[in-house]
C-alpha cells in the first residue's frame, strides 16, 4: 500500500480538493451573501408598513382609477410574489453551491438545495413571528418552497436533458 487512492495512478498528481477551488468559495459565498439578504428582507425594516411607503404611491400612479382598497390588495399580492421570486434565487445559488461541492445524483443536489432553501425559509419566519410589525407565517414558507421548487425543478430538468443518452 503505497497510500494512493486508487483512483489515482502512481505517480500522478493528486487532484485538489474541491474547497481548494475558488468557484467552490464563489458559489457558496453567493449563496450565504443571498441567504443574508433574504434574512435583511424579513427583518422590521421591510415590513408591510415600510414597502407601502414606496409601492402606495407607484400603485396610485399606476392605477389612479382603482380604489385603495385594490391597491392595498395588489401591494400584498406584489410582496407575496417577492417570496418566490426571492427563495427562487436563493435556490439557484443554493443549487450552484451544492453542485460545485459534490459529486453526486442530480437528485440528491437538488433535494439538499431545497434542504438549504427550506432552513432559510424556516429561519426567516421563525424570527418574523418575534418581530412586532411582522407576521411569520407557514404559508409563506410554502411561497418561498414554491418559488424554489420551481426554479430547481427547471434546473433538475435541464441537467437531465444535458446528460449524455445511452446509444
Not at 485538489?16 to 450565504?32: C, E
Not at 451544492?98 to 432559510?120: D, H, K, P, Q, Y
Request: charged content about 20%.
Amino acid at each position: 500500500m503505497s497510500g494512493t487512492p486508487a483512483s489515482v495512478a502512481p505517480g500522478a498528481k493528486h487532484p485538489r480538493p474541491r474547497w481548494h477551488r475558488p468557484r467552490f468559495w464563489i458559489a457558496w459565498g453567493l449563496f450565504l451573501a443571498c441567504a443574508t439578504g433574504v434574512l435583511w428582507l424579513g427583518s422590521e425594516d421591510f415590513g408591510a408598513n415600510y414597502t407601502a411607503g414606496y409601492l402606495g404611491p407607484l400603485l396610485e400612479w399606476l392605477f389612479p382609477d382603482k380604489s385603495a382598497l385594490d391597491r392595498y390588495y395588489l401591494h400584498i399580492r406584489i410582496r407575496k410574489l417577492a417570496h418566490s421570486s426571492e427563495y427562487g434565487l436563493l435556490a439557484l445559488l443554493a443549487f450552484r453551491a451544492v453542485f460545485v461541492s459534490l459529486e453526486t445524483l442530480i437528485a440528491r443536489i437538488v433535494g439538499l438545495a431545497l434542504l438549504l432553501v427550506l432552513l432559510v425559509a424556516a429561519i426567516d419566519e421563525s424570527r418574523q413571528v418575534l418581530l412586532p410589525n411582522r407576521t411569520g407565517s407557514i404559508w409563506d414558507v410554502g411561497l418561498d418552497l414554491l418559488g424554489a421548487v420551481i426554479v430547481l425543478g427547471f434546473l433538475f430538468w435541464w441537467q437531465r436533458r444535458r446528460e449524455p443518452r445511452p446509444a
